[in-house]
């Protein structure tokens, strides 16, 4: 595993974490490749029709993300996720997270 990445699992939920600098983003991509690969030898399947990319780049030049391929499929990028039951933005403001637990009031 790169330094610059994480896999955090919880129940049948995988998220993979990458710091990508100086625009360099195949350490991530290939630990998303090598995730990919260690399910395929383990029979287990990913489900890229599932699976979310969200990016946080607070760069104030921002570029374009071209999107992640896992088995030919492009991956979703979303602007926003739920994580272990708390709703992530790629800003990072609480707002929707806080929208979201004041509407279950």
């Known amino acids: 595993m790169h330094s610059s990445s994480n896999i955090i699992k919880f129940a049948d939920d995988t998220t993979v974490l990458g710091l ?3 625009n360099n983003k195949s350490a ?3 630990e998303v490749q090598r995730l ?3 399910c ?3 029979s287990l399947s ?3 029709g599932k699976t979310k990319e969200i990016v946080v780049d607070f760069r ?3 570029s374009d993300h ?3 391929i896992i088995d030919g499929s492009s991956v979703e990028i979303v602007k926003s996720t739920k994580f272990l039951g708390v709703h992530l933005a790629e800003n990072f403001t609480w707002s929707l997270n806080t929208s979201s637990i ?3 009031d």
């Open 20 to 22: 990508i600098s100086k």
């Open 28 to 30: 991530y991509r290939e």
């Open 36 to 38: 990919t690969a260690w």
């Open 40 to 42: 395929k030898a383990n």
């Open 46 to 48: 990913l489900s890229v």
């Open 60 to 62: 104030r030049a921002q």
């Open 66 to 68: 071209s999107p992640l």
């Open 102 to 104: 004041s509407k279950k």
